[in-house]
């Protein structure tokens, strides 16, 4: 057993971290670690869904921009300037410290997480047949395989099966709850003997 009270006090520490960046005299943006790191991970999938032929332009962009000499001579002195703030010996220490203490903060509430997670009691995973017999039992008339199957769907079963129709046609038949009650519609046998 884990000290709960302990890692969830942790855990809120390290994901309730906001970093301040100051644009301009006015304006402030406040952002949290856990925004950050999602923000990042979002940024990532952007950039792998992008088409090639998009990022073959940009590279194409870049690689003109390059060439052509007056560009050419904008971006060295735009790197110049920014390589000398970015020299700054006290830009380079906060830099630092901000990266270090931002990862630190990711590890933390990451292994503090697991952690929880590890500790909670988890729900059990509800069978395919139950799913069906709630349904059949909210619904006042027989339902085909498609309906039940597109119903379980929508009330949180999950499936990867490409053939789940006929998985659910199997599953209907060898259980003593579901009757068939014309060719292809599907109800309780219960709720089928009182509507009979």
């Given at each position: 057993?884990?000290?709960?009270?302990?890692?969830?006090?942790?855990?809120?520490?390290a994901s309730?971290?906001?970093?301040?960046?100051?644009?301009?005299?006015?304006?402030?943006?406040?952002?949290?670690?856990?925004?950050l790191k999602e923000l990042m991970k979002l940024a990532a999938k952007g950039i792998q869904k992008i088409p090639a032929p998009v990022k073959i332009a940009f590279l194409v962009a870049i690689a003109a921009a390059l060439i052509h000499p007056r560009s050419r001579a904008k971006i060295i002195e735009v790197g110049k300037i920014l390589w000398t703030k970015l020299n700054d010996p006290r830009f380079k220490a906060i830099l630092s410290s901000l990266t270090i203490q931002t990862f630190e903060a990711f590890d933390t509430a990451d292994k503090t997480s697991k952690e929880i997670e590890a500790s909670l009691p988890r729900s059990p995973k509800r069978r395919a047949i139950n799913f069906a017999r709630q349904i059949c039992a909210v619904e006042k008339r027989p339902l085909t395989l498609a309906e039940i199957a597109s119903r379980m769907k929508k009330a949180g079963y999950v499936?990867?099966?490409?053939?789940?129709?006929?998985?659910?046609?199997?599953?209907?038949?060898?259980?003593?709850?579901?009757?068939?009650?014309?060719?292809?519609?599907?109800?309780?046998?219960l709720r089928a003997r009182s509507a009979a």
């Open positions: 057993m884990i000290d709960l009270d302990r890692v969830l006090r942790k855990h809120a520490r309730s971290i906001k970093l301040a960046v100051s644009v301009g005299s006015t304006f402030t943006l406040v952002i949290s670690v856990n925004v499936t990867r099966s490409k053939t789940f129709t006929a998985y659910l046609r199997r599953l209907l038949r060898g259980s003593t709850n579901f009757i068939e009650t014309s060719p292809g519609y599907w109800n309780l046998k």
